[in-house]
């Protein structure tokens, strides 16, 4: 089914979602991959804030290559979700309520989903170059010395994505492969 939703992505809106859906997102996320979620478990262990407010926000495991002129950004397309899976729980505790990345994950970051009402979204890998064009607005808020893997702030429209896994612990890879196996 196709679902179009807006940020900040509450819990309420998390329980709408349901694994094969196709979703639409408009509105701010940010981005994150390895070496920003590491340093930023580093710092809450150091009692640190986020550079940010994360609580019922998307992030999206992206590190984009440099814009051409009269562009926003570059290619923007995800990264592999796993390596971000032992970092994931920890900021889902503190409300993070999606995740757009590709691949699959562990069932601690599955647990840590179920039990914070968040969502894990599929963005279609190869395909940077187009879902750049769902990304307006693109500013580096934190890390900048980390360079494409620094935290930025994107406003999206109808950035497209599947929603891999609900917060009832659906998983769409496992479901699917199953009815697969079925035919």
Excluded: W
């Excluded at 550079?51 to 814009?67: H, S, V």
């Excluded at 970051?109 to 179920?114: A, D």
């Excluded at 879902?131 to 406003?155: F, M």
């Amino acid at each position: 089914m196709d679902k179009y939703i807006e940020t900040p992505l509450t819990k309420e809106k998390v329980k709408e979602l349901q694994a094969g859906d196709y979703v639409y997102i408009t509105g701010t996320i940010y981005t994150a991959r390895d070496a920003a979620h590491k340093r930023m478990t580093e710092e809450l262990a150091e009692g640190k804030e986020l550079p940010f407010a994360i609580e019922n926000q998307i992030l999206y495991y992206l590190g984009p290559t440099p814009n051409r002129e009269g562009q926003v950004i570059g290619s923007a397309g995800p990264t592999t979700s796993s390596r971000m899976d032992k970092y994931a729980p920890t900021l889902l505790d503190l409300g993070q309520t999606g995740m757009i990345g590709k691949g699959k994950r562990n069932e601690d970051v599955i647990s840590s989903m179920k039990k914070n009402t968040a969502v894990y979204f599929a963005a279609v890998g190869g395909a940077g170059a187009l879902l750049s064009q769902c990304i307006k607005k693109s500013e580096v808020i934190a890390y900048e010395d980390l360079g494409t893997e620094a935290i930025r702030k994107l406003y999206v429209e109808n950035l497209p994505v599947i929603t891999v896994i609900d917060c009832e612990g659906n998983n769409l890879y496992e479901t699917a492969a199953e009815e697969y196996r079925r035919k």
